[in-house]
């Protein structure tokens, strides 16, 4: 899967995009299956990096969703509330939020498209 | 310095491990084994397409952890007898029943089924995390019966054809008529060329369909799990991992041995009375579940369907609507034939009646939840087959 390379990554395969647009991964999503819940903050909520802003529901397991960057959030993708299953079909095309983002430099840590394939790999090896 | 190393458990397979990875099937551990959870969407499966594939076509599914102990021997049926609570006496040759063995207090050791295969021979098909618990517990009280026990949970690859066309599919491959065999009978005959191979009209996906019990050698279970497979395709077949067999079970109410019934639940708590038959003169757990029915049951199992959005899981808390916590779930997830969220839960009896209005905490927040008829899927009665 090549990850795109508009966009860095977290460790907890989540991606952010330079206007601070979030969500998860190719990788998290396969890994998930058939995704059926999702559940967001709400327009307003301040998030943290590293810190748990909402939930991502599959059939068999119940995963935390980590902020890659901290900000306050500027909008929701309400799709998901009804067609969650947006979110296997294309992970990286179905957001989850759009942050207003505190400090852009916190991008920096994150990873890169290759990085992260790379980390992904490796992951699986284990 | 002296390291003392603790034994790394060992995480079982059964043999058709390496097929399953071969097909990109997602692993994990469960009791103790290295099984299939799902298989991937690159070839249809995923859970929710192994479940629909169950109830509108058929599905297949590897269940070579599951246990097995035979028993044989001129005294089998009274060592049956006092070991389970089902009545093994009603068992024509080649018929089985849901039962279960019993501690003294009325509570679980497992369920099982109990599968008369000859005159006096007997076959327990057990739970895989409980393998060498029931085995020592059939053995040790069953000394006083002439009798042989024994534990033959290694002697099988079993192969689970479940969904309506799953009669089909095994018809196929065998030359016994299938149609004969009816739902809770076994037979025996040609599978795949392998002689004598003994098939069971049974499963734990609230479907028809079939478990066929064929040598455990790799080769043979990967060369008949294929020929299934290709059989099935006709008819949709996918191979199916535990992920469905847990929500396929979860839709027909059927218990799970750690969730619904534990060695601290009884029977009557778990509402199996119909499998428990009192007027059979004793069995173990007989006295405490006879005195246990002239008290009043504390906590009943109940259906829940969720109101609010949210999924109940196991172990999450049951509230009352004011909040007090009165009740936990045994099992909860999205059903994916139901569309719907659903749960099984342990509620006070007072508030198990249909129609209760509970909530249910998902982190840390009260959802709303009904109490609701059970099994929450009910296979449709078939009509006449025309073949």
């Not at chain 1, 993708?77 to 979110?87: G, I, Q, S, Y």
């Not at chain 2, 049951?297 to 109940?302: A, R």
């Amino acid at each position: 899967m090549p990850y795109p390379t508009d966009r860095k990554y977290t460790k907890e395969h989540e991606w952010i995009t330079a206007d601070g647009t979030i969500g998860i991964t190719h990788h998290a999503q396969d890994s998930l299956g058939d995704i059926v819940f999702v559940e967001l903050p709400k327009v307003g909520t301040e998030i943290t990096v590293g810190k748990a802003f909402g939930t991502v529901e599959s059939v068999k397991a119940v995963s935390d969703l980590f902020a890659p960057a901290s900000g306050t959030v500027t909008g929701v993708n309400e799709d998901l509330a009804t067609a969650p299953e947006k979110v296997n079909k294309d992970a990286h095309g179905a957001w989850m939020v759009k942050i207003k983002m505190k400090d852009p430099a916190e991008m920096n840590a994150l990873l890169s498209a290759a990085d992260y394939d790379k980390f992904v790999s490796e992951e699986a090896a284990h | 310095m002296s390291v003392v190393e603790a034994t790394p458990p060992v995480v079982r397979k059964t043999a058709l491990n390496s097929v399953h990875r071969q097909m990109g099937a997602k692993m994990v551990e469960f009791n103790g084994w290295d099984m299939p959870v799902e298989y991937p969407a690159s070839i249809g499966c995923g859970i929710v397409a192994e479940h629909m594939a169950v109830r509108t076509g058929v599905g297949i599914f590897d269940v070579s952890h599951m246990g097995d102990i035979r028993l044989a021997g001129p005294e089998a049926l009274a060592a049956v007898q006092h070991i389970s609570m089902n009545d093994a006496s009603r068992l024509a040759v080649e018929q089985a029943q849901y039962s279960a063995l019993l501690y003294p207090q009325g509570t679980f050791v497992d369920d099982v089924i109990v599968h008369r295969l000859g005159e006096d021979e007997y076959l327990l098909v057990i739970n895989a995390g409980t393998r060498e618990k029931d085995f020592n517990w059939v053995r040790d009280n069953t000394r006083q019966f002439d009798c042989k026990v024994e534990h033959l949970s290694d002697d099988f690859t079993q192969i689970a054809i479940q969904g309506p066309k799953g009669v089909d599919v095994l018809q196929k491959l065998t030359d016994r008529d299938l149609s004969a065999v009816k739902f809770y009978w076994v037979t025996r005959g040609t599978v795949c060329g392998l002689k004598n191979i003994l098939m069971g009209r049974t499963g734990y996906t609230a479907e028809d369909g079939f478990e066929i019990y064929i040598p455990p050698d790799e080769e043979t279970s990967a060369r008949v799990w294929h020929e299934v497979l290709k059989a099935g395709k006709e008819f949709g077949a996918v191979p199916c991992g535990l992920g469905a067999r847990n929500t396929l079970r979860l839709e027909g109410k059927l218990p799970l041995y750690g969730h619904e019934i534990t060695d601290t639940i009884n029977v009557w708590e778990a509402g199996l009375d119909r499998f428990c038959k009192m007027e059979k003169p004793d069995f173990i757990g007989h006295a405490a579940l006879e005195k246990a029915k002239t008290e009043v049951v504390k906590k009943t199992l109940v259906g829940l369907e969720m109101v609010d959005r949210g999924i109940a899981r196991d172990g999450y808390k049951v509230l009352e609507v004011g909040g007090r916590e009165i009740g936990y779930v045994t099992s909860g997830s999205p059903a994916p034939f139901l569309k719907k969220n659903i749960a099984l839960a342990y509620v006070p009896s007072e508030q198990a009646a249909v129609g209760t209005t509970v909530k249910v905490e998902i982190r840390g927040q009260g959802v709303k939840a009904q109490v609701v008829p059970t099994p929450f899927y009910k296979r449709p009665k078939k009509a006449a087959k025309s073949e």
